[in-house]
């Protein structure tokens, strides 16, 4: 059974960084790409990036260019990167396996407060 942890949400000011970490238990298929969603108060989880297992990426128009997910295979750690912050970043986010669609059940999720 595969658990998802993520790590490293906090309250940062507009134009503020903050990198997340998400550790994954379990096996997961080698072939399936690592995404990072976020579901903002009142919305539908959106897909924000993922990273593929030959190592490329795609990303959410509303990131591109600020936010840069990389993997760490040996330690099952997929991680985002999240720069020049703006309030409508403000969300859970969230960690999964993505192949069309999340894979396995969600984590607790961690908050990102965008806030002046």
């Known amino acids: 059974q595969v658990q998802f942890v993520e790590s490293g949400g906090g309250l940062v000011q507009p134009g503020g960084s903050l990198r997340l970490s998400c550790a994954a238990s379990g096996s997961i298929f080698s072939g399936y790409a690592l995404a990072w969603y976020r579901q903002a108060p009142g919305k539908q989880r959106e897909l924000v990036a993922r990273i593929f297992s030959g190592g490329s990426t795609n990303y959410a128009d509303s990131v591109k260019g600020r936010f840069t997910i990389t993997r760490d295979s040996a330690k099952n750690t997929v991680y985002l990167q999240m720069n020049s912050l703006k309030f409508e970043d403000t969300a859970v986010y969230y960690c999964?396996?993505?192949?069309?669609?999340?894979?396995?059940?969600w984590g607790q999720g961690t908050q990102v407060t965008v806030s002046s």
């Open positions: 999964n396996a993505h192949v069309g669609r999340p894979m396995y059940n």
